[in-house]
T-cell receptor
Framework: NAGVTQTPKFQVLKTGQSMTLQCAQD?????MYWYRQDPGMGLRLIYY???????DKGEVPNGYNVSRLNKREFSLRLESAAPSQTSVYFC?????????????FGSGTRLTVV | GNSVTQMEGPVTLSEEAFLTINCTYT??????LFWYVQYPGEGLQLLLK???ADDKGSNKGFEATYRKETTSFHLEKGSVQVSDSAVYFC???????????WGAGTKLIIKP
């Protein structure tokens, strides 16, 4: 049972380069999320998708775009990477409300922008 | 607004010690409350949850009770092991949207 799969696990980018982080879940969850985790800052929501076909901004959306390709897949794109985007990125999924079932997280992508 | 406050870490304990990690919250309405654990190099995993006042969530020897009167959801374990070393996150769901509100996390270090 794979759960939430993120690729790649590690990535180094030069300032100004672009890349897409991939996320797929096999639990038939409706909602998916992208978070970043920085030391001392906890988790901050970048974007989320409440259901297939919808996406919404979270707390820190600037510099990112997302695509909910289908019910399984939710990708995060950095169009022009900046050193401030150096972070660990987590994808998560949940049932429609998330109040009783909680979130299932991927293992993360460690991104360094130099 | 909604917020979660956790005790700052790191918390360092010896094996078999009693653990308490404090978590308090502010919320409108009646949120659900969660504890997540993050082991080194991994994503977060749901540890336990409580959906209404006085509920007790429990898992792997950890417990937390939803206290509405003190707006708290403290995590406890009677006897910690080295394998419990991790970062612990308290979170709430306000139930009006799909988002979880997160605490900053508390790093727990257990020494043999």
């Amino acid at each position: 049972n794979a759960g939430v799969t993120q690729t790649p696990k590690f990535q180094v980018l030069k300032t100004g380069q672009s890349m897409t982080l991939q996320c797929a879940q096999d639990m038939n969850h409706n909602s998916m999320y992208w978070y970043r985790q920085d030391p001392g800052m906890g988790l901050r929501l970048i974007y989320y998708s409440a259901s297939e076909g919808t996406t919404d901004k979270g707390e820190v959306p600037n510099g990112y775009n997302v695509s909910r390709l289908n019910k399984r897949e939710f990708s995060l794109r950095l169009e022009s990477a900046a050193p401030s985007q150096t972070s660990v990125y987590f994808c998560a999924s949940s049932e429609a409300t998330g109040e009783n079932y909680g979130y299932t997280f991927g293992s993360g992508t460690r991104l360094t922008v130099v | 607004g909604n917020s979660v406050t956790q005790m700052e870490g790191p918390v360092t304990l010896s094996e078999e010690a009693f653990l308490t990690i404090n978590c308090t919250y502010t919320a409108t309405g009646y949120p659900s409350l969660f504890w997540y654990v993050q082991y080194p190099g991994e994503g977060l995993q749901l540890l336990l949850k409580a959906t209404k006042a006085d509920d007790k969530g429990s898992n792997k020897g950890f417990e937390a009770t939803y206290r509405k009167e003190t707006t708290s959801f403290h995590l406890e374990k009677g006897s910690v092991q080295v394998s419990d070393s991790a970062v612990y996150f308290c979170a709430l769901s306000p139930r009006v949207n799909y988002q979880l509100i997160w605490g900053a996390g508390t790093k727990l270090i257990i020494k043999p």
